[in-house]
């Protein structure tokens, strides 16, 4: 049995996609267990670049099984056309292959408005939302009321509770959010019968498979979606997802127990960076962050959304690695660097003359809060064609090795490009050689 757990450590889009693919060389089964498709994971192989939302990343491996947990929300819609789009560039996607679980919950198209509706409701207080229905969809799981993909083997059953669903919130539309979008019932239902008879035939138990799969000695990777940061309960509410994102959350999303975890990874890039609203302590001003935005093409994969950039912040990459109890660390995009002369690690963050060693648990505790930096030198080298640890320049590797020492973690491999091959083994846990070749 192993089982490793990938999350991002900081606020999402630190290169999950690209890491979990490279480790599913000797993968059984690649798992995403929370979030949905506002997940927009990246994976570049032979320069042929491919972006998932839903599908695991493991989906290019034809060896790999794929499954969405009981913990995801699962909008039929888009996964269909992103079936079809990763299919057309030549993966096999079949049932058996690629296994829903019965009991995850679906994002139909009220879920999307009433996201939309709400965020332009809260005008300035808006959240940033990707805008793609995953809080109202979990909203829905926990008032008990939200349709499942078990329901996609019985529409029948589900008919009824739709319209009940389209009436609310047509209602809450028009009444609370005061909106114009309205909901047609013929609409939604017509095209999810439709969806459903397609769907049905990939509809399983994630839980058993698993399970079953850990005993029989297979090798499985959980896929975080979204960074421990952006935690509904930990990350930096109420700026935050709707999901629970840290890897505890990869046991109650697919329905194991604890013990069946081996090792945790949390990525991290060099950086740090945001998309929506929300506290950034390290965030860059003015060129600098332009700088590092158009250097690092921080925009979002699926949003094309303008990604904030900042410093890397060990503060909150500690929260991240307490939370989620991380193992070692993976850093990302070490290349975007090169050629900043100096470069900047946040070791504490200062308020009133005091020292603040956490995230401070609301917003308004953020006014007045400064970042403390480590400065170190940079590099001017183009690092993206090196592949060993040994040819990295001096700077770099002292760079890493700092940022390791006062994170108080291990960094297993450092990636320098967006390619599978620009991935460098610095110190890889044992459970974790067992997924490379
Ligand atoms: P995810 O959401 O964590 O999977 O990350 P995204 O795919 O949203 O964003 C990461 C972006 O950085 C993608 O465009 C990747 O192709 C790219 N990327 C990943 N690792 C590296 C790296 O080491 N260097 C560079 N330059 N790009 C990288
Ligand atoms: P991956 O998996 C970066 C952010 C949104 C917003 C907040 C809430 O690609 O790393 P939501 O639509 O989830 O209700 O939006 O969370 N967010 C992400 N930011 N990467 C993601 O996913 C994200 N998924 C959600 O920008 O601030
Ligand atoms: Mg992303």
Redesign the pocket.
């Known amino acids: 049995m192993s089982s490793i757990v990938i999350v991002?450590a900081q606020?999402?889009?630190?290169g999950?996609?690209k890491i979990v693919d490279v480790l599913t060389e000797r993968a059984d089964w690649v798992v995403r267990f929370q979030?949905g498709n506002?997940?927009?994971?990246t994976i570049v192989v032979d320069g042929v670049k491919t972006a998932l939302s839903l599908l695991p990343s493991g989906i290019l491996r034809p060896h790999v099984k794929c499954l969405l947990g009981a913990g995801v929300v699962l909008n039929p819609t888009v996964l269909l056309s992103e079936i079809d789009r990763v299919r057309a560039a030549g993966a096999n996607i079949s049932p058996g292959r690629l296994v829903i679980d019965r009991d995850a919950h679906l994002v139909l198209d009220y879920h999307v408005l009433v996201?939309k509706a709400r965020e332009l409701a809260r005008g300035a207080s808006k959240?940033?939302?990707?805008?793609?229905g995953?809080?109202p969809a979990y909203e829905d799981r926990s008032q008990r009321s939200g349709i499942r993909c078990a329901d996609l083997l019985h529409p029948a059953r589900m008919r009824e509770r739709v319209r009940a669903h389209v009436d609310e919130k047509n209602k809450m539309l028009k009444l609370i959010l005061e909106s114009k979008a309205h909901v047609d019932f013929d609409e939604v239902w017509g095209r999810l019968e439709q969806e459903a008879a397609i769907l049905a035939p990939f509809v399983g138990n994630g839980s058993r498979l698993i399970f079953d799969a850990l005993r029989a000695g297979e090798r499985v990777i959980f896929e975080?979606?979204?960074?421990v940061l952006?935690d509904q309960v930990h990350g930096t509410y109420p700026?935050?997802?709707?999901?629970s994102t840290i890897a505890g959350s990869a046991t109650v999303g697919v329905g194991i127990g604890p013990k069946m975890i081996n090792s945790v990874l949390g990525i991290a890039k060099a950086y740090c960076t945001?998309?929506?609203?929300?506290p950034f302590p390290t965030e860059m001003v003015g060129d600098l962050g332009d700088d590092v935005r158009t250097r690092g093409r921080e925009f979002?994969?699926?949003?094309g959304?303008p990604?904030r950039c900042g410093w890397f912040d060990a503060v909150a990459m500690k929260r991240a690695i307490r939370t989620s109890g991380i193992d070692s660390v993976i850093l990302t995009k070490l290349d975007v660097l090169s050629g900043l002369p100096t470069l900047k690690l946040c070791t504490s963050y200062m308020r009133g003359g005091e020292v603040v060693d956490d995230l401070p648990p609301s917003v308004e505790d953020y006014e007045g809060l400064e970042a403390d930096y480590l400065e170190v030198a940079g590099w001017s080298e183009d690092i993206s064609g090196v592949r060993t640890w040994d040819a990295l320049p001096r700077n770099v590797r002292a760079f890493v090795e700092t940022l390791s020492k006062l994170i108080e973690c291990p960094v297993s491999f450092v990636s320098v490009g967006p390619g599978r091959e620009a991935t460098i083994p610095v110190a890889p846990p044992s459970v974790v050689k067992e997924f490379m070749a």
Request: net charge positive; hydrophobic share 20%; charged share 20%.
């Open positions: 991002g606020w999402g889009d630190e999950k996609g979030g506002n997940a927009g994971h996201d959240i940033g939302t990707t805008g793609r995953i809080g975080g979606a979204q960074g952006l700026y935050v997802t709707s999901s945001r998309v929506g609203e929300g979002g994969t699926i949003t959304r990604r």
